[in-house]
Each structure stands twice: as C-alpha cells, then as structure tokens.
Nanobody
Framework: QVQLVESGGGLVQPGGSLRLSCAASGFTLKHFAIGWFRQAPGKEREGVSC????????QYADSVKGRFTISRDNAKNTVYLQMNNLKPEDTAIYYC?????????????????WGQGTQVTVSS
C-alpha cells in the first residue's frame, strides 16, 4: 500500500528550528511532486511548500518564504521541510502529500496520497 509518514514535529520556542520528514513506502517518491500543508485548530488547511518531481523547483507560501526550505533525498525516499525562525502562528499539524505537479493548493492533491501529520507547537 502507498503510505506517507511525517515525523520531526515537537515543541520549540519562537525563533527556534525544526526539521520535518516525509518518508514514503510502497512507491518511489522521486517520481512525484510533494507538498507540505498545515492545519491549525479551527482553521482551514493551507499550503506551505512544494517540490517538483522533474527539476526540483520549489514553491513557498508568502508566510514562510525565507524561513522554510523544502528538499528531497531520493536515496532515502524522503522529503524534508527545514523550518527556521519559527513563529507562534506556525503552530499546526503538518501534512505531506503527493501530486503529479507542484502546487500549494491542497485541493490539487485530492487524488494523491496523504500522511497522518506531525504536530508542531511554537511557544515560549
């Protein structure tokens, strides 16, 4: 079965850093664009970042641009999201998902695979 598993979340102080991982099983991750999304309590799910399957081009939401970096390690079948200078408003459950093209619109990933999410909490 196709599965994605997110990990690396936790509690961090404002200004701190976390590195999230999206590990794939049952398929080869390098053939897919991968998006990162997040959902805070009581709020809609929003796109954070994505990385393309063909040229590794990337996209970022304006709210995280310059602070977050997405990358992939094909040998480990894993995509990462490095998050620096974290803010309390970054607190959310973070999900990764597959698509045939890069997008930060979660609706474009409706027919892709989704992980179960990892909790990120930014608080002093």
């Amino acid at each position: 079965q196709v599965q994605l598993v997110e990990s690396g979340g936790g509690l961090v102080q404002p200004g701190g850093s976390l590195r999230l991982s999206c590990a794939a099983s049952g398929f080869t991750l390098k053939h897919f664009a991968i998006g990162w999304f997040r959902q805070a309590p009581g709020k809609e799910r929003e796109g954070v970042s994505c990385i393309s399957s063909n040229d590794d081009s990337t996209q970022y939401a304006d709210s995280v641009k310059g602070r977050f970096t997405i990358s992939r390690d094909n040998a480990k079948n894993t995509v990462y999201l490095q998050m620096n200078n974290l803010k309390p408003e970054d607190t959310a459950i973070y999900y990764c998902a597959t698509n045939t093209y890069c997008s930060v619109n979660y609706g474009d990933f409706s027919f892709g695979s989704w992980g179960q999410g990892t909790q990120v909490t930014v608080s002093s």
